[in-house]
């Protein structure tokens, strides 16, 4: 038997070495080799360093910044717009309820603390980006996870679950309360109306609408719906929605048939976004908190999921070797 395992493995090897020999291909790089040993050695030294060099895939460092902070294009452009948010928050404070040096204080504090913890998130994300960024197929979970601090910076960090509202609320005196309640009212109406007005204007190119159904349209939006709450990019969607809602008799009388029949299929639309809006805390009717515990940030139903430009960073795979 050990003689048997010695001639199979002498004889097996040479049989197929002078197989490969024999072979046609075999004889022209013998050939060649032979007339032109250099030409060929320079040839199998360029495959050589082509097969070390084959780049790896890898998303660059900047693309998390290009997803996440879009026109803001990194962390210091939206630090700045948070910055800028909440001194205009004090300001608006100090105007409507005159606060105090000390109450001013209190409340800048609370609102650096918001803005430390948004960008704490930011960072955990950005650590679970260096861990996925050569996986072409679970880069999709990074930005799924970017979307509800995408939406935080469109809306704003300063919400009801903020530490800056906790504490707003146990540091204003009763009437600073009032005052502030009352002008806050008063701001959201208007920038409720400017809503209103670029929803009928949608509509209009839709529906084809004369003068005196716009401007009814306006009014009975403006008096039948309420303002989200947590204004955002889905301003529209939650005034659309609440439009849905309303009695068909006061609604039905401002179109005419072809128009009701066409804004049937929006209302549809708009009636598949109301879970979303109201998880989201977007919708008036959303949970207090709702925004805050939106977290993994779950799409919006009709709204596509689109990745954005890439610039693929390219890695020597013999790099660092």
């Known amino acids: 038997m050990k003689m048997l395992d010695l001639l199979l493995r002498r004889i097996v090897p040479a049989i197929a070495l002078v197989w490969v020999l024999a072979l046609p291909a075999f004889a022209q790089f013998r050939a060649r080799l032979i007339a032109e040993p250099e030409e060929v050695a320079g040839e199998a030294e360029d495959v050589a360093v082509d097969v ?43 105007a409507s309820c005159g606060l105090s040096d000390g109450q001013r204080q209190k409340l800048h504090l609370a609102g650096r603390g918001d803005i430390k913890r948004f960008f704490d998130r930011i960072d955990e994300l950005r650590r679970r980006f260096q861990t996925m960024k050569t996986d072409q197929n679970r880069i999709g979970e990074i930005m799924q996870a970017m979307q509800p601090l ?31 309640e009352s002008a806050d009212r008063d701001r959201r109406r208007f920038r409720y109306q400017s809503v209103i007005s670029t929803l009928v204007t949608k509509l209009d190119e839709d529906l084809a609408l004369r003068a005196v159904q716009r401007r ?20 529209q969607y939650v005034a659309m929605v609440q439009m849905a809602h309303l009695p068909e008799d006061k609604l039905r009388p401002l179109f005419d048939d072809p128009q009701w029949k066409l804004l049937q299929q929006q209302f549809k639309q708009a009636r598949d976004m109301e879970p979303f809006l109201k998880s989201n805390g977007f919708h008036p009717d959303a949970p207090a908190g709702a925004a805050a515990a939106a977290g993994a940030g779950a799409m919006a139903p009709g709204v596509p999921f689109l990745l954005p430009a890439v610039r693929r960073a390219r890695v020597r795979l013999n790099e660092g070797f």
Do not use: C, H
Not at 62 to 89: I, T
Not at 163 to 174: E, N, Q, Y
């Open 216 to 235: 009814g349209l306006a009014e009975l939006l403006l008096a039948e719906t309420r303002p989200p709450a947590n204004f955002g990019q889905y301003d």
């Open 150 to 180: 995408q939406m935080q910076l469109r809306s704003g960090i300063f919400d009801e679950a903020s530490l800056f509202a906790k504490a707003l609320r146990s540091t204003l005196t009763t009437d600073q309360s009032d005052r502030f």
């Open 52 to 94: 070390l060099a084959q780049p790896a895939f890898v998303f660059a460092d900047e693309n998390f910044d290009q997803w996440l902070f879009q026109d803001l294009q990194n962390s210091a452009g939206a630090r700045g717009r948070l910055d800028s948010q909440l001194q205009m928050r004090l300001d608006d404070l100090v």
